[in-house]
């Protein structure tokens, strides 16, 4: 199983800042990583796939980069919307999804 | 656009089988494009990919889930369905069903849409 680490598991900011998140696999996954963002109450819902391509709808200020087993989601500046917990998902393993476990945006 | 909508008992009892039916709108399932998946979430934790199936019946399950897992696919339906079996309180969730496109490099690619989720509690 490949194993997704997220960091830091909370992270404080302020509106208007920018919010870089990390995201390590235990073994190569290639370019085959998505970030979803979750709110309270709701499904995750797609942002980035492949690493670095904005999903349909998605923001300019959402970017995604890296390969291999280090990716980052960067948030340009923050908006009141974009506070919530902000998974990564590992598909390069196609007999095995797994997901990191979380990064929880808040207000600072 | 496509939707998709989880339905099925919200308690379930210990030792007993967790069934749900997810009920796709606005496309076929048996395009034969996208894999159809099983996810759940435990309050307050992460996400856990349960398994996923194809319009054509071939299946592929967490290993830590597999022995107890059965999911199938009723294309005149439109549906797909998730069976866990023997279930404890450790499978309280919400379980979510969600479409992944085929794609030629990795084999299957993220998840979307996802259905809005239903949240199940094994409780006697």
């Known amino acids: 199983e490949i194993v997704m680490t997220q960091s830091p598991a909370t992270l404080s900011v302020s509106p208007g800042e920018r919010a870089t998140l990390s995201c390590r696999a235990s073994q190569s996954v290639s370019s085959n990583l998505a970030w979803y963002q979750q709110k309270p109450g709701q499904a995750p819902r797609l942002l980035i796939y492949g690493a670095s391509t904005r999903a349909t709808g998605i923001p300019a200020r959402f970017s995604g980069s890296g390969s291999g087993t280090e990716f980052t989601l960067t948030i340009s500046s923050l908006q009141s919307e974009d506070f919530a917990v902000y998974y990564c998902?590992?598909?390069?393993?196609?007999?095995?999804?797994?997901f990191g476990g979380g990064t929880k945006v808040e207000i600072k | 656009q496509v939707q998709l909508q989880e339905s099925g008992p919200g308690l379930v009892k210990p030792s007993q089988t967790l069934s749900l039916t997810c009920t796709v709108s606005?496309?076929?399932?048996?395009?034969?494009?996208?894999?159809w998946s099983w996810i759940r979430q435990p309050a307050g934790k992460g996400l856990e990919w349960i398994g996923r199936?194809?319009?054509?019946?071939?299946?592929n399950y967490n290993p830590s889930l597999k022995s107890r897992v059965t999911i199938s696919v009723d294309t005149s339906k439109n549906q797909f369905s998730l069976k866990l079996s023997s279930v404890t309180a450790a499978d309280t969730a919400v379980y979510y069903c969600?479409?992944?496109?085929?794609?030629?490099?990795?084999?299957?690619?993220?998840?979307?849409?996802w259905g809005q989720g239903t949240l199940v509690t094994v409780s006697s």
């Open positions: 998902q590992q598909y390069n393993n196609w007999r095995g999804l797994t």
């Open positions: 969600a479409r992944a496109a085929i794609i030629a490099a990795a084999g299957i690619g993220p998840f979307d849409p």
């Open positions: 199936i194809y319009t054509s019946g071939s299946t």
């Open positions: 606005g496309g076929s399932i048996s395009s034969g494009s996208y894999y």
